[in-house]
């Protein structure tokens, strides 16, 4: 039973485009919404979260939307760097959990 | 701080054998995070500590398993015995609150032959 779905494995992006990550939810219960980004032989680092209360949260390059009625969440990336290539996971934290997806690899190239 | 610090880095084992990981959290985070990373489904939580106390252990897949936090700066997540199937990245991550930003270790990769 995934609760977080990210049901794009990968996704190839020219460097400079925009990149656009999706993520759907399916317990209520969540109320915060983060992005991580994992290099290889790296733990994952925390990017960019958003509350339930907000539908849209910026920083940089990187813009998170919330879209709550349909239980689902975007990353957006703009413009795309070279360095910006490697997994990113969507997690949603709700009650004692912190639950994430199954990850998507970005790549951006130059 | 030197972050989340997990050991060893790299376990190579054989089936049967039992597997130690070990987990030293941020100073100060009251709360710990074991996690598996595999291909087919990403980042699985296994077990949840608050405050040294065991939480939500739903995520751990069997018997086998089993994690202890005897104090705030120390976790161990046990394997016996241990599987090919149980080859995996396992990460430890802590944070000040289930509900925000958790800080991960750099993982041990687990190698079950």
């Known amino acids: 039973d995934q609760q977080v779905k990210q049901n794009s494995p990968s996704l190839s992006v020219q460097e400079g485009r925009i990149s656009i990550l999706n993520c759907d939810y399916t317990?209520?219960?969540?109320?915060?919404f983060l992005w991580y980004k994992k290099y290889p032989a790296e733990g994952p680092t925390f990017l960019i979260s958003i509350s339930s209360i907000k539908d849209k949260n910026e920083d940089g390059r990187f813009t998170v939307f919330l879209n709550k009625s349909a239980k689902h969440l975007s990353l957006h990336i703009v413009p795309s760097q070279p360095g910006d290539s490697a997994v990113y996971f969507c997690a949603a934290s709700g009650g004692n959990k912190l639950v994430f997806g199954a990850g998507t690899i970005l790549r951006v190239k130059s | 701080d030197a972050g989340v610090i997990q050991s060893p880095r790299h376990e190579v084992t054989e089936m049967g054998q039992e597997v130690t990981l070990r987990c030293k959290p941020i100073s100060g985070h009251n709360s710990l995070f074991w996690y598996r990373q595999t291909m087919m489904r990403g980042l699985e939580l296994l077990i949840y500590f608050n405050n040294n106390v065991p939480i939500d252990d739903s995520g751990m897949p069997e018997d086998r398993f089993s994690a202890k936090m005897p104090n705030a700066s120390f976790s161990t997540l046990k394997i016996q015995p241990s599987e090919p199937r149980d080859s995996a990245v396992y990460f430890c991550?802590?944070?000040?609150?289930?509900?925000?930003?958790?800080?991960f270790g750099q993982g041990t990769r687990l190698t079950v032959v």
């Open positions: 317990n209520s219960m969540f109320d915060y």
């Open positions: 991550a802590s944070s000040t609150s289930p509900r925000f930003e958790a800080f």
